[in-house]
């Protein structure tokens, strides 16, 4: 079953355990396509919103892995990990006391804005085309090195040492166990994540998702989130007419009022694809639906 005859987005509360894979493969069995990716990795040990584009509109899913990103986190400082979680081999490194409050609101400063970071070295990123995690499984060096990433906001919500509870929203490809084993080096006393769930992927938020217990019990038409709601928040949205449309589905650039930059592309029979507008306020299409859609 499709929506808007292009597919559609679904979103999973995924719980503590499974793959971000393990998600996939479960939903292609109960919707029955074989069409199905994530967009954006949670870890095994994370809870929370999954993204997942199905059938046709997988052709989408770099637009939405790349939206802004907010997680609930809580950070076990005095101890690391090989993982840089509690899923790994963990050593204890006590401080002589806890650390204060303010000495971590300080430290946490220092990680606002474009920094770079080096991803946990058990992570899906490839050196030189193997996965990072393969090498560390098998004690190698992993060759990983530093990457900018984006952090808006990093904050305090709770503290009980050594237990430290933080919200953090990121752009794409920030790590949350990098940010807590950076911390805790910051501070000393080493640092690791406990728990995390990933509260908003773009305009997409965990009101959206759909209980991982209760997959089998939806139907597809029920589960789906159409382009428009999916995209919110992370493309600016144009409206063209029937013979703009026609146009912009045969790869034909088309006349219009916007500020130029990447935008979702709308006819009133629904979802047409993405296009960029260029200085000329030309609409170029990027990339467009796999079927025609039916226009009045």
Request: hydrophobic residues 40%.
């Amino acid at each position: 079953m499709t929506v808007d005859g292009i597919g559609g987005v679904l979103v999973v509360d995924k719980p503590t355990g499974p793959t971000s894979h393990d998600v996939v493969a479960r939903t292609r069995r109960v919707l029955g396509i074989r069409r199905v990716g994530h967009c954006g990795t949670l870890d095994p040990l994370a809870t929370g919103v999954l993204v997942l584009c199905v059938g046709p509109m997988t052709r989408f899913s770099r637009w939405l892995t790349g939206g802004d990103k907010e997680y609930e986190a809580c950070f076990r400082l005095g101890a690391t990990s090989d993982t840089d979680d509690a899923l790994g081999e963990i050593t204890e490194t006590p401080a002589a006391e806890p650390i204060p409050r303010s000495e971590i609101q300080t430290a946490l400063k220092g990680f606002l804005g474009v920094i770079d970071q080096v991803p946990p070295e058990h992570s899906a990123v490839r050196v030189r085309g193997v996965r990072s995690y393969h090498r560390a499984r098998r004690k190698e060096a992993t060759g990983l090195v530093p990457r900018p990433v984006r952090v808006d906001r990093f904050e305090i919500v709770g503290y009980e040492p050594p237990r430290l509870r933080v919200r953090v929203l990121c752009g794409q490809g920030t790590y949350i166990r990098s940010l807590a084993r950076d911390l805790g080096q910051a501070l000393g006393c080493g640092g690791l994540v406990e728990k995390l769930r990933r509260l908003r992927v773009g305009a997409l938020t965990i009101r959206d998702a759909v209980e991982w217990g209760a997959l089998e019990r939806q139907t597809a038409a029920d589960m789906f989130l159409s382009a428009r709601r999916a995209l919110c928040g992370v493309l600016g949205f144009v409206e063209i007419d029937g013979r703009g449309a026609e146009a912009f589905f045969h790869g034909q650039p088309v006349p219009i009022e916007a500020c130029p930059g990447e935008r979702a592309v709308f006819h009133e029979a629904g979802f047409l694809g993405v296009g960029r507008v260029d200085e000329e306020r030309r609409l170029r299409p990027l990339r467009v639906v796999a079927e025609w859609p039916t226009l009045p």
